[in-house]
């Protein structure tokens, strides 16, 4: 039997990412498990972090850039006691103070300060621009950075376990919801300092990216997991189809992604050519669908449908 391999159109590839590989790493990986190298994310996780990573495969990587992904779930644990120089685990250490004395009483009123419509400084290793450069490049290459408060939205940001003794330190699992743009190792690092003790993540775990969960992901590395840095990584027998069979197809992406006006045939071939059809009344970009099919993203105005996005151009 032939290997399944990806679908013409392509598609969307939820990934639940390991603790250790980059982004760019998960992306070189589902490359050689389908075996096409137009593969593309959106929404970069740290080395550290593990969760959902939303993949875009052959034609769908046309769609990053439209879906709207502007809320994200994740899960971590906070270390109270001492701040690094990552705001993470894999940082070096740097000042703190005794833990022991923070009550959950205080913690929770801390958590609360930083929740809602928010004006955030990035951590210092995000990939944030300055001068062209990123600025964890800069950082790891000992420079130094300072980076402006940028506007967040942080819509739940709340404690789900009691505080665990580490000698000094104390940990705690939170639960944060928030909007794009938003560093939850900064998060940590201001309950830190607010609560005057210092603070660090020890585990980062992305559940939600807009409508996509990590219950639907899949493991593109199998049970050996990844290979270390710098050796081989074979692709087992069967990863291809594995994976290819957890693709999403394009016209289930939008459904999901965005509001959904179905046509009639004269609408399809209007909108295949590119030309406006009358106005639906729907608000923002939307997907037009024919038989289940993606055939346009549509933006509404004057009375008229505009395509931002032919999918399924004519001829």
Do not use: N
């Not at 950075?145 to 003794?165: D, G, I, Y």
């Not at 106005?279 to 395509?307: F, M, Q, W």
């Amino acid at each position: 039997m032939s290997p399944v391999g990806p679908p013409a159109d392509g598609g969307i590839l939820l990934v639940d990412k390991p603790s250790g590989p980059t982004s760019h790493d998960v992306v070189g990986r589902v490359r050689r498990v389908l075996g096409t190298r137009r593969v593309g994310h959106a929404g970069t996780l740290d080395p550290m972090a593990t969760g959902l990573l939303v993949v875009a495969v052959d034609r769908a990587t046309r769609l990053l850039g439209q879906l709207a992904l502007t809320t994200k779930s994740y899960t971590a644990t906070v270390r109270l006691g001492r701040a690094t120089t990552t705001d993470d685990a894999e940082g070096e250490p740097l000042d703190g103070a005794d833990a022991s004395g923070i009550t959950e009483q205080d913690l929770d009123l801390a958590l609360a300060r930083w929740t809602g419509d928010i004006e955030q400084v990035p951590s210092a290793v995000s990939a944030v621009k300055v001068d062209g450069r990123r600025a964890y490049d800069i950082v790891r290459t000992g420079g130094a950075v300072e980076l402006a408060a940028r506007p967040v939205t942080v819509s739940r940001f709340e404690r789900t376990s009691a505080l665990r003794p580490a000698g000094e330190l104390r940990d705690v699992d939170v639960v944060v919801d928030c909007s794009t743009g938003t560093y939850v190792r900064a998060l940590a690092r201001d309950v830190g300092r607010a609560l005057g003790v210092g603070a660090h993540l020890t585990a980062l775990r992305r559940t939600r990216v807009g409508p996509f969960d990590v219950a639907d992901a899949v493991d593109v590395y199998g049970p050996a997991g990844p290979a270390p840095r710098g050796t081989p990584d074979p692709v087992p027998d069967g990863d291809r189809d594995r994976v290819a069979g957890r693709l999403l197809p394009v016209g289930d992406v939008a459904r999901l992604a965005f509001g959904v006006r179905e046509l009639d045939e004269r609408e399809a071939v209007e909108l295949s050519f590119g030309r406006p059809v009358a106005a639906a009344g729907i608000d923002g970009v939307h997907a037009a669908l024919r038989d289940g099919a993606l055939v346009a993203l549509l933006t509404e105005s004057g009375g008229r449908a505009r395509p931002t996005l032919v999918w399924s151009p004519a001829g």
